[in-house]
Nanobody, 121 residues
Framework: QVQLVESGGGLVQPGGSLRLSCAAS????????MAWYRQVLGKQREYVAS???????NYADSVQGRFTMSRDNAKNTAFLQMNSLKPEDTAIYYC???????????????WGQGTQVTISS
């Protein structure tokens, strides 16, 4: 079994910062891409950022320049540093990872349970 657990969400004022963490645990042989998505109630889940195992990150246009994604491969953990937060960043943030559980297994998509981020004064 593989689990992804997000943490670090909360309530912050516009212009503030938050740092989200996503820790993968369980039967893990290798982790490929890790990513963050977000979803507002009643809307589709949208891509936020992703990072390869080699550390190359990509971002949605809406967060480019404000969010920074990083990862610690030794700890199977990814981070999302969110600065200059706006009310429109309010959403549930989900971690996604593509993981191989053993050397013979195929790559599989895993999702965390989500963490609420609310930007409000």
């Amino acid at each position: 079994q593989v689990q992804l657990v997000e943490s670090g969400g909360g309530l912050v004022q516009p212009g503030g910062s938050l740092r989200l963490s996503c820790a993968a645990s369980g039967r893990i042989f290798s982790i490929n891409t890790m990513a963050w998505y977000r979803q507002v109630l009643g809307k589709q889940r949208e891509y936020v950022a992703s990072i390869t195992s080699g550390g190359s990150a990509n971002y949605a246009d809406s967060v480019q320049g404000r969010f920074t994604m990083s990862r610690d491969n030794a700890k199977n953990t990814a981070f999302l540093q969110m600065n200059s937060l706006k009310p429109e960043d309010t959403a549930i943030y989900y971690c996604n990872a593509v993981i191989k559980s053993n050397v013979l297994a195929g790559w599989r998509d895993y999702w965390g349970q989500g963490t609420q981020v609310t930007i409000s004064s």
